[in-house]
């Protein structure tokens, strides 16, 4: 089993200040992490994956998460905001190549960037 | 353009009306998927399939049915709507192998009244 919790719904920045998205997980396999990010009325686009090899992981966009076993996270972070950031972000875990390495997603948090 | 599509953007449905959400990707992809978007639960899995001819529930699965004849195609059925399908719906596919990302569509945005 697996599951995925992202621990903030919310979370509001300043434009030019650091963004932190926090998200751990559980899962009985060695899991890949998934970050992707919904603009309003869009589908999903992947912002970064982890998949066993470095675990700072760079991503589009600015973005970079880090993998920590021991802690069982996967935060998201940038170093400086953009208005254009502004959007929900889901944290993903894949495992279980035999049902199809399905995904399980957080709840979402939604990022507001203020000018 | 390489991806995936989803076909109707947009539906309005009557309760107890079915119909056919199709989802066609040009990737060659092994795994298809599709998910439910409800406010605050993120998405959720509804079936997937790991190649043409096998498929399997995920984890709400009741009220659709999938089928999977070509790689290409994987067109999810509700049998008789309920207001409780009103919902955003997502395909995606991706390459057999848990380090691929899945791709995916830009969604049906389905109410049912």
């Known amino acids: 089993a697996q599951s995925v919790t992202q621990l903030d719904s919310h979370v509001s920045v300043s434009e030019g200040t650091p963004v932190l998205l926090r998200c751990n997980y559980s899962?009985?396999?060695?899991?890949?992490l998934f970050w992707y990010v919904q603009h309003p009325n869009k589908g999903l686009q992947l912002l970064l994956k982890?998949?066993?090899?470095?675990?700072l992981v760079k991503g589009i966009n600015g973005f970079e998460a880090e993998f920590k076993k021991s802690e069982t996270s996967f935060h998201l972070t940038k170093p400086s905001a953009h208005m254009s950031d502004a959007a929900e972000y889901f944290c993903?875990?894949?495992?279980?190549?035999?049902?199809?390495?399905?995904?399980?997603f957080g709840g979402g948090t939604r990022v507001l960037v203020k000018p | 353009n390489a991806g995936v599509t989803q076909t109707p953007k947009f539906q309005v449905l009557k309760t107890g009306q079915s119909m056919t959400l199709q989802c066609a990707q040009d990737m060659n992809h092994e795994y298809m998927s599709w998910y439910r978007q409800d406010p605050g639960m993120g998405l959720r899995l509804i079936h997937y399939?790991?190649?043409?001819?096998?498929?399997d529930q995920g984890e709400v699965p009741n009220g659709y049915n999938v089928s999977r004849s070509t790689t290409e195609d994987f067109p999810l059925r509700l049998l008789s709507a309920a207001p409780s399908q009103t919902s955003v719906y997502f395909c995606a596919s991706s390459y057999a192998g848990q380090n691929y990302g899945y791709t995916f569509g830009s969604g049906t945005r389905l109410t049912v009244v």
């Open positions: 899962s009985s396999y060695s899991p890949s």
């Open positions: 993903v875990v894949s495992a279980d190549k035999a049902a199809g390495n399905k995904l399980t």
């Open positions: 399939s790991v190649g043409a001819g096998i498929t």
């Open positions: 982890y998949t066993s090899a470095a675990t």
